[in-house]
């Protein structure tokens, strides 16, 4: 167990719709990051945060945003879904950005 | 950019055989280099890493060392089991516009039959 939790662990909707994906970095983990792993292109870093503050972005659609909350926690909203978009969504964690990310069990999101 | 290239899968072996997994990288300045483990329903689970050329990391059994003249990580255990049936990451963490970015390569399933 990584100390990483993320909800729901499977999530299925249709196209056109929105979801949220949450995460709750280990205790004491300032950096969130979002990543999307799907069969055709393999682990696709999206998003980091610290400290509620976006620090990078990575192969992120337009339709696709993150927040970081005070508490920490972070969630990730997908709109206009798309068929392709159906993928296992993970987040990881860090102290600050510089150290081993600890990564959850991941979202696996299937868009029918 | 930076980039990380993994030898294709699967990788099939028998119990108690040597494993080699290639990887090698591509990138400015001093990267640390890192092996993820993803059993099969689960996320990723740091395996070991290196920080510097010449380190060698290791854990349960699996080595690889960081060489920059060949710029490559490769991993190696000795004697797997199939318990050791998993996709392997291979990836890299290196200063990207002054954040920390890491590029994964893009995964080597492994395969140990009894």
């Known amino acids: 167990d990584s100390g990483v939790t993320q909800t729901p662990k499977h999530l299925i909707t249709a196209t056109g719709q929105r979801v949220t994906l949450r995460c709750s970095p280990r205790?004491?983990?300032?950096?969130v990051y979002w990543y999307q792993q799907s069969l055709d292109q393999g682990l696709q870093f999206l998003i980091q945060?610290?400290?509620?503050?976006?620090?990078a972005k990575g192969n992120i659609l337009e339709r696709f945003s993150a927040q970081q909350f005070p508490d920490l926690h972070s969630e990730l909203n997908l709109s206009s879904l798309e068929l392709g978009d159906s993928a296992l969504y993970f987040c990881?964690?860090?102290?600050?950005?510089?150290?081993?990310?600890?990564f959850g069990p991941g979202t696996r999101l299937l868009v029918l | 950019g930076d980039s990380v290239t993994q030898m294709e899968g699967p990788v099939t072996l028998s119990e108690e055989a040597f494993l080699t997994i290639n990887c090698t990288y591509t990138?400015?300045?001093?990267?640390?280099l890192f092996w993820y483990v993803q059993y099969p329903g689960e996320g990723l689970q740091l395996l070991l890493k290196?920080?510097?050329?010449?380190d060698k990391g290791s854990n349960k059994g699996f080595e690889a060392t960081y060489r920059k003249e060949t710029t490559s990580f490769h991993l190696e255990k000795g004697s797997v089991q199939v318990s050791d049936s998993a996709v392997y990451f291979c990836?890299?963490?290196?200063?990207?516009?002054?954040?920390?970015?890491?590029?994964f390569g893009t995964g080597t399933k492994l395969q140990v039959i009894p």
């Open positions: 990881a964690s860090s102290v600050a950005g510089q150290e081993t990310q600890y």
């Open positions: 205790s004491g983990d300032l950096s």
């Open positions: 945060y610290y400290n509620g503050e976006e620090r």
């Open positions: 990138a400015t300045g001093y990267p640390s």
């Open positions: 290196a920080t510097k050329a010449d």
């Open positions: 990836a890299l963490r290196a200063n990207s516009g002054g954040y920390q970015k890491v590029t």
